[in-house]
T-cell receptor, first 117, second 117 residues
Framework: AQKITQTQPGMFVQEKEAVTLDCTYD???????LFWYKQPSSGEMIFLIY??????QNATEGRYSLNFQKARKSANLVISASQLGDSAMYFC??????????????FGKGTKLSVIP | EAGVVQSPRYKIIEKKQPVAFWCNPI?????LYWYLQNLGQGPELLIR????????DSQLPKDRFSAERLKGVDSTLKIQPAELGDSAVYLC???????????????FGPGTRLTVL
């Protein structure tokens, strides 16, 4: 079974609108972390936001927020007030195991977001 | 602060030729990762170093791939001989447990895009 599933190969959003990128995960480990990365056409993976499995509140970082629904095993990324520079590939990733002692990230296949002027 | 540096950015070779990629991590980052990213996929871990020691190389195809991290800083990933299926982007990332971040995010370089003809 896929550990990280991103069901939206591509998404379009109007500039200044909000958009939600879906991510579901599969793990039996009670301790895990979920990451979102942005990959523009330049190729570099840019860290956006992190949610720990024991975090009580949904993570937020500027225009990015994570809609974490533990029972549903989903960790959707919400981008508010989309900008043209948000056009990129977005990857959801999971790290299993407690804290900084675990390292391996498992990535989904990504969602290509296109922001329309 | 300088980010993760990789070179070359692009490499085109013929099959059966050798190729090498170089990575310079963020200063002070003791953990270094090499990832393989096929077209339309998320990155997959090839090898992880803690300082100069390869602590996870279970996904590295050892018949043709090799890696080293001299003095626990720069790293080189080599393929010999290259095959058509090796065409992909090779990403290097680094992280540090002492960065002050509670989630030990990985910082990625821009990658090397390899084309094998």
């Amino acid at each position: 079974a896929q550990k990280i599933t991103q069901t939206q190969p591509g998404m379009f959003v109007q500039e200044k609108e909000a958009v939600t990128l879906d991510c579901t995960y599969d793990t039996s480990d009670p301790s895990y972390g979920l990451f979102w990365y942005k990959q523009p056409s330049s190729g570099e993976m840019i860290f956006l936001i992190y949610q720990g499995s024991y975090d009580q509140q949904n993570a937020t970082e500027g225009r990015y927020s994570l809609n974490f629904q533990k029972a549903r095993k989903s960790a959707n990324l919400v981008i508010s007030a989309s900008q043209l520079g948000d056009s990129a590939m977005y990857f959801c990733a999971m790290r299993e195991g407690p804290g900084a002692g675990s390292y391996q990230l498992t990535f989904g296949k990504g969602t290509k977001l296109s922001v329309i002027p | 602060e300088a980010g993760v540096v990789q070179s070359p950015r692009y490499k085109i070779i013929e099959k059966k030729q050798p190729v090498a990629f170089w990575c310079n991590p963020i200063s002070g980052h003791n953990t270094l990762y090499w990832y393989l990213q096929n077209l339309g996929q998320g990155p997959e871990l090839l090898i992880r170093y803690e300082n100069e020691e390869a602590v996870d190389d279970s996904q590295l195809p050892k018949d043709r791939f090799s890696a080293e991290r001299l003095k626990g800083v720069d790293s080189t990933l080599k393929i010999q001989p290259a095959e058509l299926g090796d065409s992909a982007v090779y990403l290097c990332a680094s992280s540090s447990q002492t960065s002050g971040s509670s989630y030990n995010e990985q910082f990625f370089g821009p990658g090397t895009r390899l084309t094998v003809l």
